[in-house]
């Protein structure tokens, strides 16, 4: 490396800011606008990635299987019919039946709902206990920061699966209400130590700017600054941690299912189909593959729209 | 609400009273079990008084303490030592409801108008908070046009209240921020490098707006800069900053015409004027070496390693800002003289 | 300042008798999602042998990116030269390969900038960075190349150079690391050195050290300088000529005295108008009303109109061309003979 492609490295920069970033540069004179949000400015943004369209329509589609599954089948799950073991397409069963004689993808279907429901809900408690956790440790600092990172290293020290497969392991109850809710508490609380930490690094960045300052100088009190200052700045990475992390437990709920220690027959769920479609896998693939798809396609879509919406709100490239 | 200090508020009457202030942030080392193995001495033993309606200029170099000086007079930091009395009330001992009542008389005007602003708050939240931390400040129903007013003393269309911050230019920026600090009517306003992050055709407009203001509101201004034009063309009196010390203080006629401090007459001589007839005839005062560092500042005076007068006596003995025979404003030098005229 | 008067004579002649560095009628767009930002927008303009020409800007004026431009360092995308000559001893670089265009980049011309830091890396000592051009470029030996770093250091006034050698960027002041970067431009010895904001970001009394070094080391070396600032101040202690730029257009350039004596452009007149000094008390500050345009949207006519207090409705109608007003000045404005008239008085 040259020392003029080291200069031209970083005057690519100034470039970059060149025709409109530059201070003094205004952005509109002269022509009426709308108000724009730093969030309007991402969502313009994030309208012309084409990436973001396909894993928001799976998103979608994946919602919608979860909220109303007839829409999209008219077989019902559960109508097993052993005569129709690893039968071939046929009626609305357009990828056969498997070893019980369930229709497969209606089974699919179904087992969104059980998938997204672990996910999200996941997900919504991950992100309340990494606020308020990152919150307190990032703003207070001193030792609250100190316990509170203590904590979160220790968890986050723990392996997800061995500790979840040790949790659930007590837990002996077949409702399935019960086990749904078990994994769900399970995975938010060894999940969140990611989220959190993102959080509490946004929060030691929105504190030492200027307008908290400015805050401060006005006589508002913590609470204030907190809510109306800081949280509203941290808010945007956490959202895009979690939307990864909920793809993530949606495959940690399947891993558990799939172990017998996450949700059980007569649940449905994709983990479980794949442990069944696995066992007689030399028989017939389909039953191992369409489930297995089903999970791989939601999980990336949620990892891909995490991306997007990272990409979009990069406080860099604006 | 209590009635302010003083009824009658006499121009020129001491406003701020600030004595010995210091400012000296711990270095620890160690991970786990941190000891205190120095200090930055950030700020070391500032005094100076403030008058109604008056511009007090601080100039000084990166690292001479300025900013932390104003940090300081904001209550963004705690001093390690030193009083500050604004209207006769100790600015350090308040605390809860009566530092709030005496924030509402000192605010600031920051230097980077990108990061003053919070980018998720429209201009007229940014305006319009101080009225919500100070609910008697405005009632209720009338914030929104207090905002719209404010806009418009700042020269911004009251339409635009709606509008985020970056859809401004970083000029019309600092006027958001300028409204802010307006906003509770405060009486002092301190400003830390108002203008030095804007563009040059943009920071005569924002100076003009801040004398203006000064005339319509009898403000009084700390005018923190790097810029000596600038402070001397809005200064009344000014101070210059050394390594968290201020070496000489006067009116702004004394600093810039009868300077008696050899850090001072060297910081000006160094200015550079735009007139390209003036290059050969300006004699330039040549620092040497670099500003030592305030964690580990020199004996005496602490200009005496880039000093071209420095004796003994500089090393022994720490020269106090005490008027001088060779001018009577204070000069913190052993050798305080005037500067022969070329 | 040391230098002593202004020094307009060429100090060689160039091969074809033409100017040693000749820009014209440069055009240069940013194409972003946002539009096509027009930044440079026609510049011409030359160097001799031996002159310091000062680029007289403010930002989004589009003074760094035409010295980009010379460099070869422009981001393409999103940048686009549209049309236009950078001539070099007669040479049009832009129609150079790159191999050839590298060869002339830091051997012929080379620059500096206003961040040291950031331009230096901060993984190696300083002394191996500035040996490291002539150890790739000139097949210099390790030995060879850090004995002329040493040179260079004391070159560019650095204490102790050859104990500092091994040392790293963060353990230099501001004011010395502009000085490593600078040995490290003069390396090769460039005939042009371009000067992007050396002192911006400089204490005053560090910045006027550097000036008085750059000053030094042009006349010196003997080498043309290129200074580009937004400093007016900076620009009347050390330059022969001035291009003052607006919009990506030059809109006013003359010799230095008479530039500041007598400007000949609504804009440099108001630029010179706003600014506080030193050596003028109690002077009433007028300023520039308005913004400087959007690239995207640049004003029909003269760029400058919708600020200018001179302003007709021929500025909105016809883009003014440069007005030539003897002793080589030119000013793009419709009125220019009007406003030196006034400025004089």
Not at chain 1, 37 to 58: H, M, N, Q, T, V
Not at chain 3, 230 to 236: E, F, P, S, T, W
């Amino acid at each position: 490396m040259s020392d003029f492609e080291t200069v031209a490295a970083s005057e690519n920069q100034a470039a970059r800011r060149g025709p409109s970033g530059e201070p003094g540069a205004p952005n509109q004179v002269g022509v009426p606008q709308k108000p724009r949000s730093l969030a309007g400015d991402a969502w313009r943004d994030l309208r012309r990635k084409p990436i973001f369209w396909i894993s928001l329509a799976l998103v979608v589609l994946v919602a919608a299987m979860a909220a109303v599954p007839g829409l999209f089948t008219a077989n019902d799950p559960r109508d097993c019919v052993l005569a129709r073991q690893h039968a071939g397409p046929s009626g609305g069963a357009i990828f056969g039946y498997d070893f019980q004689g369930c229709d497969t993808y209606s089974r699919a279907v179904y087992g969104a709902r059980a998938s997204l429901l672990v996910g999200a809900l996941s997900a919504l408690l991950t992100g309340l206990i990494a606020l308020a956790v990152g919150l307190l440790a990032g703003y207070f600092g001193r030792w609250v920061d100190a316990v509170l990172s203590r904590v979160i290293d220790i968890v986050l020290g723990i392996p997800l699966l061995l500790a979840a497969i040790v949790l659930l392991k007590r837990v002996n109850s077949d409702s399935s209400t019960v086990r749904i809710s078990a994994v769900i508490f399970v995975l938010a609380v060894l999940g969140w130590t990611t989220a959190a930490r993102v959080v509490r690094s946004s929060v030691i960045t929105a504190k030492e700017q200027d307008y908290v300052a400015a805050a401060r100088m006005l006589g508002a009190g913590d609470g204030r600054i907190m809510l109306r200052h800081i949280l509203p700045n941290a808010l945007a990475p956490a959202i895009v941690v979690l939307t990864i992390a909920l793809g993530s437990f949606i495959a940690a709920e399947a891993t558990l299912s799939f172990l017998g220690i996450g949700l059980r027959a007569p649940a449905i769920s994709w983990g479980i189909d794949i442990d069944a479609g696995r066992v007689h896998m030399r028989e017939s693939a389909t039953p191992l593959l369409v489930p297995s798809v089903f999970l791989a396609l939601t999980v990336l879509a949620f990892i891909m729209l995490g991306d997007a919406i990272r990409d979009a709100f990069d406080p860099k490239l604006r | 609400m209590t009635a302010p200090a003083s009824p009658t508020k006499v121009r020129g009457e001491t406003i701020l009273a600030v004595e010995d202030l210091v400012k000296h942030f711990p270095i620890r080392q160690g991970v786990l079990f941190q000891k205190q193995v120095g200090a930055v001495q950030a700020v070391d033993g500032v005094s100076f008084e403030l008058r109604r309606g008056e511009t007090l200029g601080v100039v000084g170099e990166s690292g001479c303490g300025k900013s932390t000086l104003a940090r300081l007079l904001m209550r963004l930091e705690t001093p390690t030592a030193g009083r500050a009395t604004l209207e006769g009330r100790d600015l350090f001992s308040a605390s809860g409801a009566e530092l709030r009542r005496l924030r509402r008389n000192m605010q600031m005007v920051m230097q980077d108008p990108y990061t003053s602003l919070n980018p998720r708050m429209t201009v007229g939240d940014i305006i319009g908070e101080p009225f919500e931390i100070h609910p008697d400040a405005a009632p209720k129903g009338s914030r929104q046009a207090r905002v719209r007013e404010l806009l418009d003393v700042v020269g911004l269309n009251p339409e635009h209240i709606n509008r985020y911050p970056h859809q401004f230019s970083g000029g019309q920026r600092q006027r958001i921020g300028i409204a802010r600090a307006l906003a509770l009517r405060p009486e002092i306003i301190v400003c830390d490098e108002p203008v030095s992050a804007l563009d040059v055709s943009i920071q005569a407009q924002v100076i003009n707006l801040l004398e203006k203001l000064q005339d319509e509101f009898g403000l009084s201004y700390i005018f923190i800069a790097h810029d000596l034009s600038v402070v001397r063309h809005i200064s009344d009196r000014v101070a210059v900053m050394y390594l968290g010390k201020i070496v000489e203080i006067g009116t702004e006629d004394e600093i810039y015409e009868r300077a008696t401090h050899p850090y001072t007459q060297a910081l000006l001589s160094a200015v550079p004027v735009p007139d390209p007839e003036a290059r050969d005839q300006r004699i330039m005062i040549r620092l040497t070496g670099d500003v030592p560092s305030p964690a580990d500042p020199p004996s005496g005076c602490n200009f005496r390693t880039r000093c071209w007068k420095a004796q003994e006596v500089c090393a022994n003995q720490e020269p106090h800002a005490v008027p001088r025979a060779a001018d009577p404003h204070p000069s913190a030098c052993h050798f305080a003289e005037l500067r022969p005229t070329p | 300042m040391s230098q002593s008067a202004v020094r307009p004579t060429p100090a060689s002649p160039t091969p074809e008798g033409g100017h040693l560095l000749d820009v014209r009628d440069l055009h240069v767009e940013f194409r972003t999602g946002e539009g096509v930002a027009k930044v440079i927008n026609g510049v011409s303009y030359h160097l001799d042998p031996g002159e310091t020409l000062a680029v007289l800007g403010e930002s989004g004026s589009g003074k760094s990116v035409t010295a980009q431009a010379i460099m070869g360092i422009l981001d393409t995308p999103p940048a686009v030269i549209r049309s236009g000559e950078i001539r070099y001893r007669g040479r049009d670089l832009l129609k150079l390969p790159e191999e050839q265009r590298r060869q002339v980049r830091g051997k012929d011309i080379a620059m500096i900038f206003q961040d040291a830091l950031s331009a230096l890396n901060p993984v190696f000592g300083v002394g191996w960075q500035i040996g490291e051009t002539l150890r790739q470029r000139e097949g210099m030996s390790r030995a060879d190349a850090r004995s002329r770093a040493v040179e260079l250091m004391d070159l560019v006034r650095i204490p102790g150079a050859a104990s500092r050698i091994g040392d790293y960027p963060h353990q230099f002041s501001g004011g010395m690391r502009q000085r490593v970067m600078i040995a490290m431009a003069l390396a090769m010895n460039p005939k042009v050195l371009i000067a992007d904001e050396p002192t911006t970001a400089l204490d005053v009394t560090v910045q006027a050290q550097i000036m008085d070094l750059l000053a030094d080391l042009r006349r010196d070396l003997d080498m043309a300088m290129i200074l580009i600032t937004h400093d007016l101040g900076v620009v009347a202690g050390v330059a022969d000529r001035i291009a003052v730029m607006y919009a990506g257009r030059i809109v006013e350039h003359a010799d230095v005295h008479s530039l500041y004596r007598a400007p000949a452009h609504p804009y440099t007149k108001g630029l010179l108008e706003s600014i506080p000094r030193l050596d003028v008390r109690g002077q009433e500050l007028s300023t520039i009303k308005g913004l400087p345009p959007n690239l995207m949207r640049i004003p029909s006519g003269c760029p400058f109109h919708p600020r200018c207090p001179y302003a007709q409705q021929v500025c909105v109608d016809v883009v003014p061309h440069d007005l030539v007003l003897g002793d080589g000045r030119t000013s793009a404005c419709h009125f220019a003979q009007e406003v030196r008239d006034d400025s004089a008085r």
